[in-house]
């Protein structure tokens, strides 16, 4: 499968507790994308990376939230004291370039305790 | 700040039947319109894009500047059409949204047989 793969696909955690995802996008795809989503909504944009460059975050993406690309290929996600908030869908995406065309991942769904 | 509304949560229609999913954005400047789907159990993807003005699986969709309004049409509903349908949009490659999509809340489409 050459599409876009996040690891795990699902996380319990408890409340306090630190996690991480991971994203592999498509690999000729130097756009990646971050983006959350809630029952019920659409997804919400977190974070955009170009290559290894961290060029836009939301205002959604708390202190508590980093991510990080260090060579320009895969991305983590980490949040850190989890909150029931936190509990969502977490998506990624990749694209060739800065477009709304975009290659989803099948999410990693976060469930805190 | 760019707003994407699906004013419809749930559309249910019988097989054959002509279906239109409505959007409606805002937005001061040209944004670029997306429609993303989701079939059950599969990831979020690209349906179609109003640049390209293609049918895609006979979904078509135009962008109406002076209603602001990008709706998703087809004229003959299937079954197989049954998912949920986001509408979404990016700034234009001047701004500087990198690419960044705003969803709207999604409806979910239901094709009776």
Known sequence: DT??????????????????????????????????????????????FQNEAQLEKSRLLSDRFSAER?????????IQRTEQGDSAMYLCASSRRASGEQFFGPGTRLTVL | AQRVTQPEKLLSVFKGAPVELKCNYSYSGSPELFWYVQYSRQRLQLLLRHISRESIKGFTADLNKGETSFHLKKPFAQEEDSAMYYCALVVNAGGTSYGKLTFGQGTILTVHP
Not at chain 1, 9 to 37: A, M
Not at chain 1, 70 to 78: A, C, H, M, W
């Open chain 1, 70 to 78: 260090p060579k320009g290929s895969f991305s983590t996600l980490e």
């Open chain 1, 3 to 48: 599409g876009v793969s996040q690891n795990p696909r699902h996380k319990i955690t408890k409340r306090g507790q630190n996690v991480t995802f991971r994203c592999d996008p498509i690999s000729e795809h130097n756009r990646l994308y971050w983006y959350r989503q809630t029952l019920g909504q659409g997804p919400e944009f977190l974070t955009y």
